[in-house]
Nanobody, 122 residues
Framework: QVQLVESGGGLVQAGDSLRLSCAAS????????MGWFRQAPGKEREFVAA????????VYADSVKGRFTISRDNANNTVYMQMNSLKPEDTAVYYC???????????????WGQGTQVTVSS
């Protein structure tokens, strides 16, 4: 069982930056691929970024490529997402997830956090 707790969300203006963190409870954190998803009001939850167990492979949605960076610290059981050049369309609840492989779909992940709100004003 893995418990995930996101933090770092908030209200920012377009063009600003935020760094999201996701702390995991599992001692075996390094055995899991990690992903970030987001869900805007009235929309489906969508893939944002993922990172492999060792951090050597990263995958991004086209909408965030070049602006967001996912990273992980296996010594501290934490995954991060640095978000730069934020846009109003990035407004959503952001969720981190843990799974067996670096997938881009929800079914690739078995454990989910409760989410953190990111709001970008224009």
């Amino acid at each position: 069982q893995v418990q995930l707790v996101e933090s770092g969300g908030g209200l920012v203006q377009a063009g600003d930056s935020l760094r999201l963190s996701c702390a995991a409870s599992a001692r075996t954190f390094s055995r899991y691929a990690m992903g970030w998803f987001r869900q805007a009001p009235g929309k489906e939850r969508e893939f944002v970024a993922a990172i492999s167990r060792g951090g050597g492979v990263t995958v991004y949605a086209d909408s965030v490529k070049g602006r967001f960076t996912i990273s992980r610290d296996n010594a501290n059981n934490t995954v991060y997402m640095q978000m730069n050049s934020l846009k109003p369309e990035d407004t959503a609840v952001y969720y981190c997830a843990a799974g067996d492989y670096t997938g881009q779909t929800r079914r690739a992940y078995d454990y989910w956090g409760q989410g953190t709100q990111v709001t970008v004003s224009s």
